[in-house]
């Protein structure tokens, strides 16, 4: 069994935390928490975890096998390196660190442990954003041609990170694993600070890939409604990806065709007579088995430091949404 602890119990530190609590193939031993509020509401639920406040307890630690921080953003490189300077795996919720730089010092240090460092992109273990994926590499909805999302709320508002940062990554790090990963060939981003200066509320941002797809990402804390939307227009079909509603997928047979014309000369599709037809087909809601992605994730974690599965969301990954984000 995996000895675990965890560094962190804030805003979403307790989920993780109760997963892991939950699975059978690890034990928490340690929770390292600053606040003393956080920790006696660990100790009250968890009474056989051991609490501290220290860091350095659980980095001491010998018996401990695979660290999960879930800190805020800007400590997330240095306790990333400590644990694997420590010879601890390592689960570090979104984003990995604050630079390409820092995500590659964390992949290199890793591999000297020969350490697992995995990011916490949830959404890549949730059962409808992969419904999505298979669709794509099937081909059932065709090119891709673009792929536009929208990750609003009113509030909650952050001081540590902007609205790019705090909701972004999920869109990124969904439309990387949807594409496979490719390397943009441009990004343009533009935010506005309205409550606090220096601090985006609100965010726009477009990439543009290889192959002529582009993707918009439009995130918020200003709006007010909840929103986690993500549509995809391919040339076969379209799909809408809501996450918020009873129906997470639905996948739309439309889009437009080119329609044979017969020319003065007696040939169809000539370059002269360009016509289109609009096709409106059947519209698919799929039932999704769904779990808990966040105990998929951590089963995943668990799967590459026993099994040396590939990680999915691996250093490589987080790069590659670190860097979008910071371009």
Known sequence: MIQVAQIGVGYWGPNLLRNLIANRRCRVKTVAELSAERRNYVQSLYPAVRVTERVEDVLADPDVDAVIVATPVASHYDLALAALDAGKHILVEKPLARSVAEVAAIGRLAEQRKRVAMVGHTFL??????????????????????????????????????????????????????????????????????????????VFMNIHYPGKIMANIHVSWLDPGKVRCMTVVGSRKMVVYDDVADNKITVYDKGID?????????????????????????????RIDFQEPLKVEIDHFLDCIEKGTPCLTGIDHARKVVEILSA
């Open 125 to 202: 273990y949730n059962a409808a954003v992969r419904y999505v994926k298979k669709l794509i590499d099937d081909r059932e909805i065709g090119d891709i041609r673009y792929i536009y999302s929208q990750r609003l709320n009113l509030g909650r508002i952050r001081s540590d990170v902007d609205a790019l940062w705090n909701f972004a990554p999920h869109d990124v790090s969904i439309i990387q694993y949807w594409l496979g990963d490719p390397e943009p060939v441009s990004v343009v981003k533009r935010g506005v600070d309205f409550i606090q200066p220096g601090i985006a509320d609100v």
């Open 258 to 286: 080119r329609k044979a014309v017969l020319g003065e000369n007696m040939d169809y599709d000539g370059p002269s007579y360009p016509t289109f037809s609009l096709r409106s087909g059947d519209i698919l809601i799929p």
